[in-house]
């Protein structure tokens, strides 16, 4: 479906402009020329994206938007605004705004730019919203947030392989969310109204592990008060979940196996033996096939498990998806904690995306909650993010290494701009005459970068 977008603005070049950049099709425009039309326009349509000019002939333009926004908070909106007025816009951004831009318009491509990101943050809205009532209906059941091709091939994998009762193996760094990807993989199966049981095989010792898997007789080891049954046992008609089982002793691989040639075992202290018919789950951030040839992990072990093996991708190669996670994590936040901070500014997005997130989603998540938790109220800008998340964290590409034309284009202009406001001593003026570029352009430029 095309987005739709309204704008206000009474000046007849600019809308020649903007009527000619949408003009094949891309979108549904509708025009106002002032604030009664506006106000019009915006209660017959709910629109994508509002691009407002601050000076209309009967009403401010921001304060219309502020309007706008008490109705639709999430409402994705861009203020078009003369240079004289950029303080004002600038003080729109941090109360909300998605961004602005100055007239009159110098660069098409730079326009196109905001205005697809704007709408691209729109649609995480939307989706987040549509999420919200999947899962009320679900009653809250897992789901995977992304719409990256990476997310959504990882998904198809997922639901071919749910309603078959075989064994899978899970592998990707810490933090990609391989507990997520086990549970929405049970909630599929036909064994969706049986237990999941999991078992973080890093965080216990080999006797506690042992116990935990196989269960015991009262009086089996010193602290044995009664019988328990352990979570093979517990998992029968389930989905038994392993956790890092790369971190599971040569012992316990053994026994492990012993178990899974035909689903039966013994409790610990007990000669009787019993069987359970589960499914099993593993993961790993380790590459099993280097544990095989180091003899850390079992080879028969290794095959018996990876039955069929789904890879779960960093957050670094999921660059579609960051924004919809950290709307997603903020609102979730928001919630838990009685809040109301956000939206993101769009320089806050953009260090989002361009960070490369070495924890994945586990880290984004941290990340969002933390914010919330201290943030005082309002929008969340980059500073809220500094001391989280540093762009010079990622790791540095190879000096012969080819960055896309974006990379580099972004990179170059973010040098260019601090050296020549330094040579111009922090005269936009100057820099203006030095560079050749307009002192409105200049301006926009030094924002996007934070050089303003």
Known sequence: MKPK????????????????????????VRFARDGSEARQRFRETDFNLILMDQRLPDVNGLDLLRE??????????????????????????????????????????????????????????????????TLD??????VLIGRSPECERMLQQIKRIAPLDTTVLLTGESGTGKDLAAKIIHTLSPRSKERFLVINCGALSEQLLESTLFGYEKGAFTGAAQTTRGCLEEADGGTLFLDEIADMSAKLQSSLLHALQDHTFTRLGSTELRSSDFRLICATNKRLLDEVKENRFREDLYYRINVVAIEIPPLRDRGEDIVHLAIYFLEH?????????????????????????????????????????????????????????????????????????????????????????????????????ISGISRQNLYVRMKRWGLS
């Open 5 to 28: 977008i309204l704008i206000v603005d009474d000046d007849r070049y600019t809308l020649k402009l903007l009527e000619g950049l949408f003009r094949g099709g891309s979108a549904t």
């Open 68 to 133: 706008m926004r008490r109705e639709r908070p999430q409402q994705v909106a861009i203020l078009i605004t003369a240079y004289a007025d950029v303080r004002d816009a600038v003080r729109a951004v941090r109360e909300g705004l998605f961004d602005y831009l100055t007239k009159p318009f110098e660069n098409l491509e730079e326009l196109e730019a905001v205005i697809e990101k704007a709408l691209e943050l729109d649609r995480a809205y939307r989706e987040i919203e549509s999420l919200r009532e």
């Open 137 to 142: 209906a679900q009653k809250g059941g897992p």
């Open 333 to 433: 936040f928001n919630a838990k904690f009685g809040k109301e901070i956000g939206p993101f500014t769009p320089d806050a997005i953009q260090m989002m995306e361009r960070y490369s997130w070495p924890g994945n989603v586990r880290q984004l998540k941290h990340a969002i909650e933390r914010i919330v938790v201290f943030h005082v109220g309002g929008p969340i800008s980059s500073v809220d993010l500094d001391d989280i998340v540093s762009i010079t964290n990622g790791p540095a590409p190879a000096a012969d290494a080819i960055l896309s034309y974006e990379e580099e284009r972004h990179g170059f202009e973010s040098d260019y701009l601090a050296r020549l406001m330094e040579t111009a001593g922090g005269n936009v003026s100057k820099a203006a005459r």
